[in-house]
């Protein structure tokens, strides 16, 4: 595919070994792990720093007075001021600990439709504007609100080629819309929106912004405080650490309007028999025991990242793209799906009557391990006429040999179901 693709910026021994999964055989093949869009796997430091909290340091946060719960609540609290400087929060910023990207963007739909310390922030008849290109996380949650408030859902769809245009929001913006919601890259087709101006104009036009920034926090991630951006999500096992485990980070004035989605210890400032007050800010919304080894490895991996360099990091996986690109493209009857895209970690891919389940099923036979069907963006794919596809996507310990393997191997699979 030329010389450009011969040279790793990182060093591949040497990353590859942070991560000892990568080392297993697949029938019989050295396992090539192409599916991190889903989940990346968990880097050594982030299972150390886990480990260590576990055999060390477990307790229960806040409220205790004995030692371990004081170092368990330090370390906890330490977390979450690690992650809000990786974002790029400012002090006007809080950052809420949650299970997840979905669990953040239900957090945010539920707080902002259903009424309690504040009026709910949508009514019958406002309006929300989802781009079409969001994962469902992003997407039902919003039907459900517009369902059962009576609020108006509009879709802002992206061209043939899988784009949104700033000039194609505006006409959507009016005095009613109250909430933006967007995502920092499409999980389906690894399409990076000019999300800065997006949130802009809407911010502008009054609404509150809501970003999925899951598949941006491994790869060219935003600095939230330069964003017209009022809540961001993001999860992390997309960025090297454990699963069930991700964040909210919004704007303080922005977060207070949320009614919190889970009662019970720990966001309460006092309770009677008849009522309650709730905590400040975190806590809050952060109702019951919080997954502190989790929230440790989210920091760790954020460290981990940081640790390797953000920009070569970007630099790398921006090539593994661009090299994969073009050998696709070059396979006869085969689409790639934003091929345009030059900062992702993503390639999707259709190829004429072949489904992406046989190809994906091939691959793995050859231990390449990719991601197939609709990746909970229906919606995105059938606006852009494709259905299902297959989906590569890269992780800073992935190598320009694997994407040639994975070449090799649609070849193959072209070869032999075409």
Request: hydrophobic residues 45%; contains cysteine; aromatic residues 6%.
């Amino acid at each position: 595919m030329g010389d450009a693709f011969l040279i790793d910026p990182l060093e591949p021994d040497a990353v590859r070994a942070q991560f000892p999964v990568l080392a297993q055989r697949i029938y019989g093949a050295e396992l090539a792990y192409l599916d991190n869009a889903a989940t990346t796997q968990m880097a050594m430091p982030v299972q150390e720093a886990m480990r260590a909290f576990e055999q060390h340091d477990r307790a229960n946060i806040h409220r205790g007075v004995h030692a371990l719960s004081q170092r368990a609540t330090d370390a906890f609290e330490h977390a979450r001021s690690s992650l809000k400087r990786f974002v790029g929060a400012g002090a006007d910023h809080e950052l809420v600990f949650t299970s997840g990207t979905t669990d953040a963007l239900n957090m945010v739909a539920h707080g902002l439709s259903t009424s309690g310390m504040h009026p709910a922030w949508l009514q019958a008849g406002d309006e929300i504007v989802v781009s079409g290109l969001e994962h469902h996380a992003n997407l039902v949650p919003w039907q459900q609100v517009a369902r059962r408030t009576g609020a108006v859902l509009r879709v802002l769809q992206p061209d043939a080629q899988g784009r949104l245009h700033a000039a194609d929001l505006r006409p959507l913006l009016n005095a009613r819309t109250r909430v933006l919601a967007l995502t920092a890259c499409a999980n389906a087709t690894g399409e990076r929106p000019p999300y800065e101006d997006l949130l802009q104009l809407a911010a502008d036009a009054g609404a509150l912004t809501v970003l999925d920034a899951a598949q941006a926090m491994a790869h060219a991630a935003p600095a939230l405080s330069s964003l017209a951006c009022d809540f961001m999500a993001f999860s992390g096992h997309k960025m090297y650490g454990p699963m069930g485990t991700g964040a909210l980070v919004g704007r303080r004035v922005a977060l207070e309007r949320l009614e919190p989605l889970r009662y019970g210890g720990d966001m309460v400032a006092w309770v009677s028999a008849t009522e309650a007050s709730f905590a400040e800010l975190p806590a809050r919304l952060e109702g019951g025991t919080p997954n502190v080894a989790g929230a440790i490895g989210m920091a760790a991996a954020a460290g981990f990242i940081d640790g390797v360099g953000r920009d070569r990091i970007d630099a790398h996986l921006n090539a593994l793209r661009e090299h994969a690109v073009a050998g696709l493209a070059a396979m006869p009857r085969v689409t790639v799906l934003s091929a345009h895209s030059r900062v992702s970690a993503i390639v999707s891919f259709v190829a004429d009557r072949v489904h992406p389940h046989d190809i994906g099923t091939l691959l793995d036979q050859r231990g390449i391990a990719v991601r197939t069907g609709h990746h909970c963006a229906q919606p995105l794919l059938e606006h852009l006429g494709v259905g299902p596809t297959t989906r590569a996507s890269f992780a800073l310990y992935n190598t320009h040999a694997e994407v040639e393997r994975l070449l090799a191997g649609v070849a193959h699979a072209l070869k032999v179901l075409q």
